[in-house]
């Protein structure tokens, strides 16, 4: 099974500033089909999660261009240019390539 | 408008059974993969079955033989039969369009005794 490692744990960031958090799988995520199903999720205090990016770089509707994800093969990132308030909560990396999917462990992001 | 409303959880002793549904609006239902995925208290998120479009379900192996994914085309409703639960099911549990991944609010199951 494909292993989602997720750094770091958790983030103070000060509003404003940006913010960047590492993803790496234990295999290659890129499908047969050449898609690359690397999602990031953003998970805010007792809500669902939310989906911000698919196939490692394309931001969902509605999503402020302030995120940004890049990456490839086994190696992801998200960005945030300048975290907002609103942007407290949780983050998620998935694989969408193999079954069975796999989430990274999260990191928790908060303001400083 | 993609509305996923997730029912029937509880609480349930270690041991027993406890069948989730999610009714599904807003998109046609039969046409898409569907995931229930699960998240214990303070805990990450792990993804328990899928079932493609086709009627084709997959499961992790944490709940492989126990627990069962379907769905009813008709009724535009995804469920899940999870029997022989123990206290490691103890979640809130989420259903999930394919694709968009929308999600719905989540249902909490506890298994206690």
């Known amino acids: 099974d494909v292993v989602m490692t997720q750094s770091p744990l958790s983030l103070s960031v000060t509003l404003g500033q940006p913010a960047s958090i590492s993803c790496r799988s234990s295999?290659?995520?890129?499908?047969?089909?050449?898609?690359?199903?690397l999602n990031w999720f953003q998970q805010r205090p007792g809500q669902s999660p939310r989906r911000l990016i698919y196939k490692v770089s394309n931001r969902d509707s509605g999503v402020p261009d302030r995120f940004s994800g890049s990456g490839s093969g086994t190696d992801f990132t998200l960005k945030i240019s300048r975290v907002e308030a609103e942007d407290v909560g949780d983050y998620y990396c998935?694989?969408?390539?193999?079954?069975?999917?796999?989430f990274g462990g999260g990191t928790k992001v908060e303001i400083k | 408008e993609v509305q996923l409303v997730e029912s029937g959880g509880g609480l349930v002793q270690p041991g027993g059974s406890l069948r989730l549904s999610c009714a599904a609006s807003?998109?046609?239902?039969?046409?898409?993969?569907m995931y229930w995925v699960r998240q214990a208290p303070g805990e990450g998120l792990v993804c328990v079955s899928r079932?493609?479009?086709?009627?084709?379900?997959e499961y992790a192996d944490s709940v492989k033989g126990r627990f069962t994914i379907s769905r009813d085309n008709a009724k535009n409703t995804l469920y899940l039969q999870m029997t022989s639960l123990r206290a490691d099911d103890t979640a809130v549990y989420f259903c999930v369009k394919g694709i968009s991944w929308d999600w719905g609010q989540g249902t909490l199951v506890t298994v206690s005794s």
């Open positions: 807003g998109f046609t239902f039969s046409s898409y993969w």
């Open positions: 998935m694989q969408g390539t193999h079954w069975p999917l796999a």
């Open positions: 295999q290659s995520l890129v499908h047969s089909d050449g898609n690359t199903f």
């Open positions: 079932i493609k479009s086709d009627g084709t379900t």
